[in-house]
Each structure stands twice: as structure tokens, then as C-alpha cells.
């Protein structure tokens, strides 16, 4: 069977997704053969913050269909309220360390994830820089070298954190959802750095809807994959790494015997010798609470 090319993207949004999943992730990756992206939050660990979107009803509902605090665990759901946030570079150095060591792509997701995510719309620039830079500062001192990518947490971002990313010469962004490489265009111009969305449902997204139980999500997700497009596929340390590993370990099991084959994003630039230029625009997805960035449809170019 010939092998079809999908990205991994793994996201470290919290310390106990970090510190728990990261090990685990990196024994089943390295068991299926699997090199995959890291995007690692690297700054305070407030999480628990995300509380206060409970009061609004498609949050709650989200957070009583996916089962969030057994499936997160309970200090997720505290972390940054009742004391400050603990850093999470600091606490995880020698796993990031130990991440990029095994052949991983490293790249930023952010500095404080809670921040960005709940008010990356009322940062200035002045913000932006500080936010970018002391995450961009505190992955290049614990990996000795400077991270070659980015994604925004949440796939929340603004043009403004977009054009300023473009001074750390990133060989590309994760930033939105999406349905193929590009690059950004920004007040009639074509930015440098490609982005590359994510094309695939993440679980809390599937799980609970439609009649997709635990049982059968795996196959649903392998539905939605396709043989004659982009696929990057978001998992979740603090999920897949921790709560959901065996299914996780199924479903590379799963993957691989459909003939899929998971690489770094980085790794997907190789095979577009010409880049097109789409608008970002924000929009509500199925299964997720409030806007997200998302590539504009060619229809509409």
C-alpha cells in the first residue's frame, strides 16, 4: 500500500500536559515511528483563568460533553486562581530538551497561553512584542538554538501578532484552521512566512457530537482524512498524552495500517514549490466555543 503524508502537530498548553504527557508521547511516537511538531508553551501555567468562560452556555456544554475534569484532570482546572501560575519552561527544561534530542520539531506556542488565548484582541503592539519575544527568548535559552516555528494558542490570532512574527524569521506558522499551505495576506500584501493551518478536527471537537463515542472516534477521525488534500491533525499532550494515550496509540496503529504516514509540519513545505496567498478571516467552528482564525475559502479569493 503506498503511503499517503499527513503532519502531527502536538500542543503543550499547560505544566501537567507537559510534564505527564510528554514522556508518554514520546514512548508511543517512538514505538509507531513517528516524528511529529511540538509547540511548546513556555511561560506561566494559567490555565484554571479559562474558569470564567464557564458562564458562558456553549462553553459549560463543552466542558460537560467532552467530561473536561476527568479529562484534563482537576489542577488543569485551578492553575493560575488561587496562586500564580508556575513556569513551564522552567519545571520542563529537560523534557523539552529531551523532545528536541529525539528528533521532534520545536516550535512556540506561546508564552502564557491563558493570555493570548482570552486577549490576544486588546493586545497592542507593545504587548505583542513582550508576548512574542519572552516565549521566542525562553525556548531559544532551553533549546540553545532558536525554535524554526509557531502556532497561536487557540487558533486565535490577529493580523497585527501576525506581521509581528515575521521578525523571528520562522520557516513557518500554524496560526489558523485550514485546507492548504499559504501565505497570509495582510493590508493587500503577501506576508514571508507560509502558514500551515490545520485541516482535521482536534478530539474535544468530535467527542460527544453526533453520536461519536470513545469507541468509535478513532475511525471517525480516519473518515476526514483525505487522499487528494493537506492533512494536519492537532493533538492535545494533556488529552493524547495523558487521558486518551492508549486511544492515541490505537489510532497511530490505525493510521498506519490505512497507509498513512505522520511527519513534522515542517516537513509538508517540500512538496509546494509554488505558495498561494489567502485572507485569514474569524470564524465559529463545530465543536469549538468562540472564533477561530481560518483560512478564506479559494471561493472567495
Known amino acids: 500500500m503506498k503511503s499517503k503524508i499527513a503532519g502531527l502537530r502536538i500542543d503543550l498548553d499547560t505544566l501537567r500536559g507537559t510534564r505527564l504527557g510528554v514522556p508518554r508521547l514520546l514512548s508511543i511516537l517512538e514505538a509507531a515511528g513517528v516524528k511529529a511538531t511540538f509547540f511548546f508553551s513556555v511561560g506561566p501555567d494559567n490555565m484554571g483563568r479559562h474558569l470564567i468562560r464557564m458562564l458562558r452556555p456553549r462553553f ?10 476527568s479529562l484534563y484532570g482537576p489542577d488543569i482546572l485551578i492553575r493560575g486562581t488561587i496562586w500564580p501560575g508556575p513556569k513551564i ?19 512556540l506556542h506561546a508564552w502564557d497561553h491563558h493570555a493570548w488565548q482570552a486577549g490576544i484582541e486588546r493586545m497592542g503592539p507593545a504587548k505583542l512584542r513582550d508576548e512574542i519575544g519572552k516565549g ?21 490570532c490577529t493580523q497585527e501578532a501576525i506581521v509581528a512574527k515575521e521578525d523571528y524569521r520562522f520557516l513557518y506558522n500554524s496560526d489558523c484552521r485550514g485546507y492548504s ?74 493510521a498506519k495500517n490505512s497507509g498513512w504516514n505522520f511527519v513534522p509540519l515542517g ?31 479559494a471561493e472567495s479569493r
Not at 93 to 106: M, P
Not at 136 to 156: D, M, Q, V, Y
Not at 215 to 227: A, P, V
Open 60 to 69: 459549560f456544554l463543552k466542558m460537560l460533553r467532552t467530561r473536561a475534569a
Open 89 to 107: 519552561g522552567e519545571r520542563c527544561a529537560d523534557l523539552i530538551r529531551q523532545t528536541a534530542s529525539s528528533g521532534h520539531e520545536i516550535g
Open 136 to 156: 521566542f527568548n525562553a525556548l531559544k535559552e532551553i533549546l540553545g538554538r532558536a525554535p524554526t516555528c509557531s502556532a497561536a494558542p487557540g487558533w486565535r
Open 181 to 254: 499551505v499559504f501565505n497570509a495576506a495582510v493590508s493587500g500584501k503577501s506576508l514571508a512566512t507560509p502558514q500551515i493551518p490545520v485541516t482535521l478536527p482536534t478530539y474535544d471537537e468530535l467527542i460527544g457530537r453526533k453520536g461519536v463515542r470513545p469507541s468509535d472516534y478513532n475511525g471517525k477521525l480516519l473518515s476526514l482524512f483525505r487522499d487528494d488534500g493537506l492533512n494536519v491533525l492537532t493533538v492535545h499532550a494533556e488529552v493524547e498524552g495523558v487521558s486518551r494515550a492508549a486511544m492515541f496509540e490505537d489510532f497511530l496503529l490505525e
Open 267 to 297: 516537513e509538508l513545505l517540500r512538496d509546494y514549490n509554488e505558495i498561494t496567498t489567502s485572507k485569514i478571516r474569524r470564524l465559529e467552528i463545530p465543536g469549538r466555543e468562540g472564533w477561530v482564525c481560518v483560512q478564506e475559502p
